[in-house]
């Protein structure tokens, strides 16, 4: 029962729900296509690839199970789906590039500032600017909204949706909030942003380009790593004692924690800590520039916020940080690296995908119940929302809600029940979001443990945006 499919590239995935076995262990079930009757089989698993399909013909597909007495009935048929030939993309780093901010009319029509309202898509020009080629297909970058006259979500995707089904970063009315993306482009070249509030509410937003994807070889391949901590100010690694306000610093990255001397940018997340002051911290290839002002991570004083990050890598594969508060404020700095760009081709490359909902434990979507403090919990990834089985690792958006008491969620490839890294930090009550560039562990799965006193529970959702 309860068959479903999910198209990919000459290819389906079809998942379905064990039936009563009747007093015989089911044995093994077969999936089999319409038309064209081309078959899958399993010895128990309850999803399946159907190869050999033709790619623009709809198909759907029924299941049949097997045990000691025979096959039984078939299902009834799944959903149909059209294959589709998969289009893969290198990635071509950037220096950052500030393309929208209502604030000061940068990217609004005629230049004019104005704030985007509730409900409202608002469209902005992406492609040809900032170093963004014509026939880029998606970017990553930093999206930071502020002066929000309340709290709720901003929806950042390629086409106007006046009520999104998901979000892209989430926040509390009068905080400045930036998350990392990675995002495809709409037709001409677009992004489309919508405000998800109630009505008559208002707010700014800013958009920093990180890089872009273009669908031919000339761009970085991507090779994803076990997160590995390269910079933690406060136990001396990669840079010892806290950054002063305004002063910029630089830390090695190419040959440390897996990253060959050849990296041309690297996935991450970084986390600030023990700040004197609120304001933002800079992180990209060369020194910030205040005639050309974009931010990495946006806080006030005394929180430990994280954030997601795609960056070109500087001279001698290093990293520029700059802490941009008043002077004489000062804070400790965190950077883990997830993985990494090269231009030898060994990388795998990017597949864009339809936002798909691989988690959310509060509707039992891939996991039911919430996660108990220092408890790994596994969920599978390949075979769902389009992601193949042969993928690496994934994009997309980690939130968590419902939390008990704050601190971290960590999540990777493995499951590990006293990671030493993080990908999000929050404080209780907090319903917050941070981008996520992961490798996938052994049978296409992420792990992800709640960091926090024994007892406590959290539920968790995950979004995921690309493959590869």
């Known amino acids: 029962t309860g068959v479903t499919a999910t198209a990919g590239n000459a290819s389906a995935s079809v998942s379905w729900t064990a039936p009563a076995a009747n007093g015989s262990a089911i044995t093994g079930y077969t999936v089999t ?23 623009g013909t709809p198909y759907t597909f029924t299941v049949t199970a097997t045990n000691g007495v025979g096959t039984g009935a078939a299902s009834d048929p799944s959903n149909s789906v059209v ?32 704030r985007l309202k509730a409900n409202t898509p608002f469209t902005f020009t992406v492609a040809g600017r900032g170093g963004v080629l014509a026939n880029a297909t998606a970017v990553t970058g930093n999206l930071t909204v502020t002066d929000q006259t309340a709290g709720w979500a901003v929806f950042l995707g390629p086409d106007p949706v006046a009520s999104p089904t998901s979000s892209t970063i989430n926040f509390g009315a009068g905080e400045v909030r930036a998350n990392g993306v990675t995002v495809a482009l709409g037709a001409g070249g677009t992004l489309s942003a919508t405000y998800i509030s109630t009505a008559g509410q208002t707010t700014n937003l800013v958009f920093d380009v990180t890089g872009f994807f273009i669908e031919d070889n000339s761009g970085a391949t991507y090779v994803p790593l076990n997160p590995a901590r390269l910079l933690d100010t406060r136990v001396g690694n990669g840079l010892s004692g806290k950054f002063s306000a305004g002063v910029a610093r630089h830390f090695v990255v190419a040959g440390r924690g897996g990253v060959p001397a050849d990296a041309t940018a690297v996935t991450g997340n970084l986390t600030v800590t023990d700040q004197t002051s609120g304001w933002a911290v800079y992180l990209g290839p060369t020194d910030y520039d205040p005639a050309q002002p974009v931010s990495t991570i946006n806080f006030v004083a005394g929180e430990v916020r994280a954030n997601n990050v795609t960056v070109a890598l500087g001279g001698g594969g290093t990293l520029s940080a700059t802490y941009l508060s008043s002077a004489g404020q000062t804070t400790s700095l965190v950077f883990d690296v997830t993985g990494y760009f090269t231009l030898d081709g060994s990388g795998g490359k990017f597949v864009a995908l339809t936002p798909a909902r691989l988690l959310d434990t509060r509707v039992g979507n891939g996991l039911s119940g919430k996660f108990t403090a220092g408890v790994p919990r596994s969920f599978a990834v390949t075979g769902r929302g389009g992601v193949p089985t042969d993928a690496t690792g994934v994009t997309g958006n980690l939130t968590v809600t419902d939390q008990t008491s704050g601190w971290a969620v960590f999540i990777g490839p493995n499951p590990l029940a006293s990671p030493t890294s993080s990908t999000i930090n929050f404080v209780a009550g907090q319903v917050v979001a941070n981008g996520v560039t992961v490798a996938l562990g052994s049978g296409g799965t992420l792990a992800a443990t709640y960091i926090s006193s024994a007892g406590q529970t959290i539920s968790l959702v995950v979004d995921v945006t690309r493959y590869f």
């Open 33 to 55: 296509s319409s038309p064209g009757s081309k078959t899958c089989t399993t010895s128990g698993g309850l999803t399946c690839t159907v190869s050999g399909l033709t790619n």
């Open 83 to 114: 294959p589709t030939a998969v289009v893969l993309s290198t990635y071509v780093p950037l220096t950052p590039a500030r393309l929208l901010d209502s604030r000061s009319g940068n990217g609004m029509p005629g230049g004019t500032a104005a």
